[in-house]
């Protein structure tokens, strides 16, 4: 089975094509044109902007996919939320006029689902029902940081959320208070590991001690503000790389306390994050070296599959196959979707 897979929830235009066979996995064709250096200018993304380069995107990467869609696809699965509506409609329409013209059934993806699937992409042992369930299954990205019981393949139960900014909002808030560029996920991970002592600082832990499974990034975000505004020091890069490794060791600590506690609560086997900020390094070494030590195996996106990318969203096609409808035409992009609760 081939699934075309559409992706334009932000400011990533993507189309994939993977083909599944037995439960193996092939990636034929995987495109991404990213808006990065256009939103950098702006030091954020711009709905209006990202949603018009989509418009300009799409029809340069379907030429440049260069694939007969009439023999060489059976699905198409395309996002219609979570994301800015504007980029989400484009992506969308798209997909309906692809599956019009070519009478190829079409499949609705959820984008936050997709973040969790993109590990099927990769690691084949989680085909495998009963050794893999029940997961924790944890996105952390630019919009969400969220925490699922996933018991099978579409059961989700939703067990906390960022109560305010989602980590990657911080991240990228972060760096601009000690002025490095967009998206700064990716700059403060690299300055944080350049520091290799301790800070001489902390940052505090928002939540760290709740019961529940809930995060806040936001007063950490404010934390880092004030202390920067205050600083007596020579802002000079050795303690903005000082600021990056305090603020990393804040969000290290939250994240794996909060997942640790949720997976021995529910008894997971096997725990999952995906998303943008998934690929982190220091969240990684973290979450994995603290979970090897309760025999939990923990999995994590290739890191081209973190960000926003349609491979992902054509292999949630796979699992959400029961969904698949030919003039499937009435959809209509939700920048609010939610994963079903059961
Ligand atoms: P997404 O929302 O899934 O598209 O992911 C985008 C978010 O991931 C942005 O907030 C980035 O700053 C963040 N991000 C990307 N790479 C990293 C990284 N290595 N460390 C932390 N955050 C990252
Ligand atoms: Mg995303």
Redesign the pocket.
Known sequence: MKILGIESS?D?SALSLIEIDKNRIKLLKNLISSQVEIHKQFGGIVPEVAARHHAENFFPLLKELDINIKTDVDLIAVTYGPGLITSLVIGLELGKTLSYIYKKPLIPINHIEA?IYSNWLTHNELFDKKKTFPVLAVVI????TQIFLMKNYGKYKLLGETVDD????A??KV?KILNLSY????I??KLSLEFTEKPSFEFPRPMINTKDFNFSFSGLKTSVLYKWRDEKREKNQELIKEYCNAFENAVCDVLSKKIIRAAKKYNVKNIILG???S???S?RNRISNDTQKLNIKTYFPEIKH???NAAMIAITGYFNINKKKKNNFKITADPNLKLPAC
């Open positions: 932000c990533e973040h990205s630019g919009g969400h989602a980590v990657g909002e991240y990228d760096a998206p700064g996920g990716p403060i991970n998303g943008g900020v690929a982190n390094s969240i973190t960000g926003d």
